[in-house]
Structures are given as C-alpha cells and as structure tokens.
C-alpha cells in the first residue's frame, strides 16, 4: 500500500470521490483504472494539539496497513480522523476503518 503525499492528491479523492463516515473516522474514495492502493490519512486541528493528530493519525495508518489485503488495488483513500480516533484503541479504530471499507464497498465482510 503506498501513501497519498501531495495536497492535491486529497483533494483530488475528497472532490470527486465518494464518502463514508463513522464515529471514528470519514472515509474517501476514488478509484482508479490502474495501480495498487494507495491512502492518505488527515487529521484537523480541531482533533488537539500536534502529538495528538499524530497518535490519531498513526492508529488510522495502522489499521489501514492491517486491513489492506481486504481492500482492492487501483484505489484513493483519505480518512480523516474524527475525536473518538482520539480516544480509541488500535482494536477500536481497526474495527471502524473495517465498517467503513465494508460500507464504501472496498471490503467483504467477515464471514
């Protein structure tokens, strides 16, 4: 799974792609015709200070590398962390990047 890096490239996939949202997280996405998966992760000022977007934004990574094999190539995500990322464990946040994948479609559910 590579990273979304550039401003644009958000932009891009919160433009024009589609969107999902839990109490953890908004989840956007734009597929593409080829490639692997590709994901960027945001997190606002609004979440805390800078060490606090990171936690967020390290647990929203994390979670995304583990569900990747689940997702299918040739795919934009951006998931902007929300306040319960904040507060959440890995496990937790895990769980609500699975609903979002499986709601957005990106995902089969668990048997």
Do not use: C
């Amino acid at each position: 799974m590579e990273r979304l890096k550039k401003g644009n490239e958000f932009t891009r996939v919160i433009r024009e792609g589609r969107n999902v949202s839990n109490a953890w997280a908004v989840l956007y996405t734009l597929r593409r015709e080829q490639g692997g998966l590709r994901a960027g992760v945001a997190a606002g000022k609004r979440l805390g200070k800078a060490h606090v977007r990171n936690r967020a934004k390290r647990l929203l990574r994390e979670a995304l590398r583990r569900l990747a094999p689940r997702a299918p190539e040739g795919a934009d995500l951006v998931v902007i962390a929300r306040r319960r990322t904040v507060e959440g464990t890995l496990e937790g946040v895990e769980r609500g990047v699975r609903e979002l994948l499986e709601r957005g479609g990106l995902a089969t559910q668990r048997p």
